[in-house]
């Protein structure tokens, strides 16, 4: 079935029978809004840059000033930005679509449907109809944080060129921010130079830029390089724990083995077969009933290849301990029962 969209789109839908019109929540236009413009800062950001750096470049050449690596700096980024101011041309322009906000809106289930009579020319939903409409306003801020990065990895996917020029900018994005870094930390020696007057200002606005755009991520790879130890720290201990546990079940294993069972019609309890291996028990089977319950029992082949990459019961994860190091849960309520 076809429905007139708000903007004079026709879309297709299974669900709505009755006389309504697709909108926009709250939050999903919150979130195309924030991202174009993020992608219209980003865009002007990268103009800015490219206007600059070829001015330097020109200047750079006028002055004779000759080839050294700060030189090389000014022209890949220069390089990079273009591409860059290429993407975010094109996010810009994929985002103003029409059909393409429709698209994201029904992917991300952003759409309402409004009754004929209360449709207004306004492209989201009036809020007694939107869901999203209650959230509080940081709730709302929070969620379109996160869906406006759902939306650009959409976007992004519109087209072949458009998802691996967002590779590329983003992978020499990083490299020409190490580039950077190592001239901020190398620039003190270089200072005197005349010429590197300019390349040096650019180094600064083009880093602090840089970080800006990917401060979260950056501040993220710093906190797990502090973390980092101490996961390791964490891995050890649970990596010996985990083999004393194995032990622990191995030897459990060895003391229960001295009583294993040959299997015989209803000499058990419960289930008259290996949970396993699924297989019923036949005359003869040599059968082991784990110290967790008695309804927990195992052919010996089965339960014996199990205890080598776990170290707990197959049926309730109790963990296998020596009959000496019974779990202290158990005592008291064996105690009940007689
Ligand atoms: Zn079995
Ligand atoms: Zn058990």
Redesign the pocket.
Known sequence: MNIQFDGGQQLENNENEGNTVPKFTKLFARAMDQFRLRVFFLFLERLYLIISMSIILVLLSLQNCGWDDLHYWVLFSNLQAIFSLVLYGQLFHFSNIQQIQQHLAFHYVQIVFVPINEVTDHPIAPEIFDPTANLSTMELDKKAEVMQLQIRQEIVNQSKFCKYNNIFSNATNQAIFIWTIYYIIAIPGQNDQECNKWPIIQIYIYGSLLFLQYSQYYLLAALALVMLPFILVYLLIRCFTDRQKKQQALKALNELQKNKILYKPNIIEGEQ???????P?QTD?EILQMSCSKLHH??N???SAWLQIQSTCPNCRQQLLPDNQQPLLQQPQQQEEF
Do not use: G, N, P, R
């Open positions: 077969e290996c949970s396993i291996c699924m297989q028990y089977d195992f052919h082949t089965c339960i």
